[in-house]
């Protein structure tokens, strides 16, 4: 069965930084279209940044803009979200998904994410 699992979640001071990983299994994501998420405490899930299947102008929420790196490495079959300078407010739980696979474009934002990590949890305080 298709997975996708992220991990490098964990406890960071403001202004620190972290390095999230979405490895992919029973799925090939290199012509895919890979988003991340995060869900805050009490919050809906937002969008972070999005990569489409070339790597090539990925696209990033207004807050994390100049801050977050969204990059993949397609011949380990992941992903990464690089998060510099985090903020109390960006708590919470990461999740990476991929595009479907069926009629796939490979472009941000995808029509459907069909798969889904379980996340992890960024906790940003002093």
């Known amino acids: 069965q298709p997975q996708l699992v992220e991990s490098g979640g964990g406890l960071v001071q403001p202004g620190g930084s972290l390095r999230l990983s979405c490895e992919a299994s029973?799925?090939?994501?290199?012509?895919?279209?890979v988003g991340w998420f995060r869900r805050a405490p009490g919050k809906d899930r937002e969008d972070v940044a999005c990569?489409?299947?070339?790597?090539?102008?990925?696209i990033y929420a207004v807050s994390v803009k100049g801050r977050f790196t969204v990059s993949r490495d397609d011949a380990q079959n992941a992903a990464y979200l690089e998060m510099n300078n985090l903020r109390p407010a960006e708590n919470g739980i990461y999740y990476c998904?991929?595009?479907?696979?069926?009629?796939?474009?490979?472009?941000?934002?995808?029509?459907?994410?069909?798969?889904w990590g379980g996340g992890t949890q960024v906790t940003v305080s002093a």
């Open positions: 998904a991929a595009e479907r696979e069926f009629l796939a474009l490979g472009r941000c934002p995808p029509r459907v994410y069909d798969f």
């Open positions: 990569i489409e299947s070339d790597g090539r102008d990925p």
């Open positions: 029973m799925l090939s994501i290199d012509k895919l279209a």
